[in-house]
């Protein structure tokens, strides 16, 4: 076994340095938190959803008590802290990106009805950090100690309006997204959006209502029907929709994601002209 300072990473930009005296059972460790979702660093979480599994470079080795001095060395030199994905300086220093950084999520979290995607839009926090402070996850329990106030008014706010998702006929109430994206094996990111309405679906599952009604009607195959004075026209093809009516590809986009009613007079609908956004 080796011991000394190693880098896990994706390309050169998504660089995480460690430390360890036992390099390579250490990076096995990391790739079995990656991989159920119980990494403490939501950084690498993030590359691992996109990506899949890392790389490992043993960058030295080292005596023992020379590992917290290197480890700060190699983590300044390949700027990883600042520009990578560590989340502190190295050596035995805790969590330090700085707190400011994390208050503005806390204070639309508590003080707004916004969803986790716009509060991201508005903050520049990504939807993963805020899906883990909303849930009040371990990495993120310091923040109780920095901002208390805040903190008691998200452990006590109110409840967020029902959400209920459908596979197979089968509906679920999401009590606890966490829960519901471990037990499913769903990216929080992933959830979000689908909760937002972002995106269609999620491994089968689809947004709806406690009847099971769809909130968010997915195309069957890519295939979507528009109406317009009483003419169905039935669409494979955005692009070509878009372009054999002169439409705004990025306005008829939004209308199949029901974030948009119509365009110029086309509206969303189902095989039998019923339209899905009234």
Request: hydrophobic fraction near 30%.
């Amino acid at each position: 076994m080796t011991c000394g300072i190693y880098k896990i990473f994706w390309d050169n930009t998504n660089v995480y340095v460690g430390k360890s005296q036992h390099i390579e059972e250490r990076y096995k460790k990391h790739l079995y938190m990656l991989e159920t979702n119980r990494h403490h660093n939501y950084l690498m979480l993030i590359n691992y959803s996109r990506y899949g599994f890392p790389k490992l470079e043993i960058l030295e080795e080292c005596s023992r008590e020379e590992l917290n001095t290197r480890e700060i060395w190699w983590i300044n030199k390949l700027d990883s802290y600042n520009n990578g994905l560590n989340l502190t300086m190295g050596g035995e220093g805790s969590y330090t990106k700085e707190p400011g950084y994390y208050k503005n999520v806390l204070e639309y979290l508590t003080k707004t009805t916004l969803t986790h995607p716009q509060i991201a839009k508005i903050t520049g926090v990504s939807t993963n950090i805020i899906d883990l402070i909303s849930c009040r996850h371990c990495s993120y329990m310091w923040l109780e100690d920095k901002f208390p106030e805040l903190w008691c008014e998200l452990l006590h706010r109110k409840k967020d309006k029902d959400v209920y998702l459908i596979k197979d006929g089968y509906i679920k109430k999401i009590t606890s997204r966490v829960e519901f994206q471990n037990t499913y094996n769903i990216s929080s990111s992933h959830l979000s959006r689908l909760i937002s309405k972002e995106i269609n679906s999620v491994k089968g599952w689809h947004l709806c209502d406690k009847e099971g009604n769809f909130l968010y009607v997915p195309p069957i195959k890519n295939t979507f029907y528009f109406i317009k004075e009483g003419s169905i026209e039935k669409v494979t093809k955005l692009a070509d929709f878009a372009d054999k009516y002169k439409l705004d590809r990025s306005g008829l986009t939004k209308v199949t994601k029901c974030k948009l009613k119509s365009i110029k007079g086309w509206k969303l609908c189902n095989i039998d002209g019923e339209l899905l956004n009234p």
